[in-house]
């Protein structure tokens, strides 16, 4: 079983920058896809940014393309999601998940992942 841990979280005016850290314990996630997902208020959850076991493969929403970046430290069992030039679109809870899958890709599908985190709130006031 693992447990991931959001923060990093907060408010923050348009324009401004942001980063998200999510930790893993209980098990590492060294060997496995991990993704950042986002629901605002009355929406579903959309997905955001995935990243690969060794971080040689990433991808991102449309939306968050050129202002996000994903990146990981399998040393400290911890993945980030850095955001840039933030909108008051991007307002939104954000969850990070693993997987159990071996495989080698970044994943985007929401049903492969297997665990979440419980969410940090993300608000950027225009």
């Known amino acids: 079983q693992v447990q991931l841990a959001e923060s990093g979280g907060g408010l923050v005016q348009a324009g401004g920058s942001l980063r998200l850290s999510c930790v893993a314990s209980g098990r590492t996630v060294s060997s496995y896809a991990v993704g950042w997902f986002r629901q605002a208020p009355g929406k579903e959850r959309d997905f955001v940014a995935a990243i690969n076991w060794s971080g040689g493969s990433t991808t991102y929403a449309d939306s968050v393309k050129g202002r996000f970046t994903i990146s990981r430290d399998n040393a400290k069992n911890t993945v980030y999601l850095q955001m840039n030039s933030l909108k008051s679109e991007d307002t939104a809870v954000y969850y990070c998940?693993?997987?159990?899958?071996?495989?080698?890709?970044?994943?985007?599908?929401?049903?492969?992942?297997?665990?979440w985190g419980q969410g940090t709130q993300v608000t950027v006031s225009s």
């Open positions: 998940a693993t997987t159990s899958l071996r495989t080698s890709q970044a994943i985007t599908a929401s049903r492969l992942y297997d665990y």
